[in-house]
């Protein structure tokens, strides 16, 4: 029999919340055979990653997940086999009370925020609190063997490579987005959080001598893209020309035309969780804006992850990576930073591509969350 998988997830801000839980939930689906029902409290956000989303409905069937609206008064339901958290959300009382009443406790996980940190390894799948006897526990996504791995469905990088090989299909696909790339320009795409060492960056572009054209997603940088061009608010169809840099603001697109973004672009500048990993995926060079934390904690998970994405690059390469990606998370310094790493261009591009295959040698983090579930049972 198949089992059954609850996901909930609670939308603190942004997409990444619904990013992740909505991409586990439609791959434990098509991959693992389990009945899922995704429980979120924001509709709204999980419209903007797929269109198709009806946000007046209670319930709604999509690919394979039954999605439910997370009602502020609960509802009685049977608790499923498998029951995950996500990001530590607080699950309904009465919903833990129903767990706790089923005849064969369900495994209970709190499916964690993604780190490179080191205590990962050491906390993954460790018991967390127990309520009336049914134990939950913790899983931390990871990059290396002994963490929960990463999200990637079975056919991804054999899907992008085929698209990275076709530049017609690329074509197509931006032209669908709102036009033909500039020719020979360098394609970045831009998604980030606000962010004031933009400017530098920017100018950096505008006065090289190849050509950047920078594709920009509806959302929080606009603000800063809007302030150094000096124009009106700007909105999705805007494209703006200075010097050797062009700037397009893109509609923000279903996730999954998001990857196929991610694919045509030679550089991509992510943010969050999911878009960090699907970069990752998209074997190209990037940069991180990371989720500020209080007490800057981010940047001890900023430091972890570079620490194990450079450690195969020269010193000097490793080097103009470090301090880009420092430039950009401490908002200053970008314009020499950038400079500075296009002089390692070929190996940053080489080594990306080496570092998704290397990931995706490893366990996804659905199949080990299957797998963690059958050797619980
Ligand atoms: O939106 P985010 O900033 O989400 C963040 C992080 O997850 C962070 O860790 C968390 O604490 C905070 O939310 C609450 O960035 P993220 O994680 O990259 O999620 C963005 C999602 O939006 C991702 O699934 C990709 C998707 N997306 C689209 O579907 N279309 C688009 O056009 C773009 C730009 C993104």
Redesign the pocket.
């Known amino acids: 029999m198949k089992a059954s998988w609850d996901i909930f997830c609670s939308v ?6 619904i ?2 839980t909505w991409r586990l939930a439609r791959q434990l689906v098509a991959e693992h055979e389990c009945e899922v029902r995704l429980w979120v409290d924001d509709l709204r956000a999980f419209e903007k ?1 797929c269109p198709q989303i009806d946000i007046r409905r209670e319930c709604q069937q999509q690919a394979g997940v039954e999605v439910r609206q997370w009602p502020e008064h609960w509802l009685p339901v049977a608790a499923a086999d498998v029951v995950i958290a996500a990001f530590a959300c607080q699950l309904p009382h009465a919903y833990m009370e129903a767990m706790a009443e089923r005849e064969r406790p369900p495994l209970w996980l709190n499916l964690d ?1 993604l780190s490179a940190e080191d205590w990962i390894g050491g906390c993954h799948g460790l018991p967390s609190v127990k309520f009336h006897g049914v134990q939950k526990y913790f899983f931390f996504p990871g990059f290396v063997p002994g963490t929960g791995g990463l999200l990637r469905e079975s056919d991804l990088l054999r899907r992008r490579q085929a698209f990275q090989g076709d530049r017609q299909a690329q074509l197509e696909f931006l032209q669908g987005l709102g036009g033909a790339p500039v020719a020979d320009a360098r394609l970045m795409s831009l ?1 980030a ?1 606000e962010n004031a060492g933009l400017d530098g960056w920017l100018d950096a572009l505008a006065d090289d001598v190849r050509p950047t054209h920078l594709l920009v ?1 509806e ?1 929080r940088i606009l603000g800063d893209v809007q302030r150094w061009l000096d124009v009106a608010p700007l909105g999705a169809g805007d494209l703006a020309v200075r010097r050797s840099l062009t700037i397009q603001v893109l509609p ?4 999954e035309d ?1 990857d196929r973004l991610l694919w045509c672009c030679d550089f991509n500048a ?7 990993v ?1 970069a990752q995926w998209a074997g190209r060079p990037m940069l991180w804006h990371i ?1 500020r934390q209080d007490e800057d904690i981010h940047l001890d998970k900023l430091e972890a992850f570079l620490a194990l994405y450079t450690r195969s690059l020269s010193p000097e390469a490793r080097a103009a990576v470090l301090a880009l990606w420092q430039a950009w998370n401490t908002e200053s310094g970008m314009a020499q930073a950038w400079k500075n790493a296009l002089q390692h261009w070929p190996q940053i591009t080489a080594h990306a591509e080496q570092w998704c295959l290397e990931q995706g040698s490893q366990t996804d983090l659905a199949a080990a969350l299957v797998q963690f579930y059958l050797n619980w049972i």
């Open positions: 603190v801000d942004n997409y990444g919340d990013g992740v990653i925020y998604f959080y997603p959302g923000f697109v279903p996730q998001y992510v943010r969050g969780e999911d878009s960090f699907r989720y």
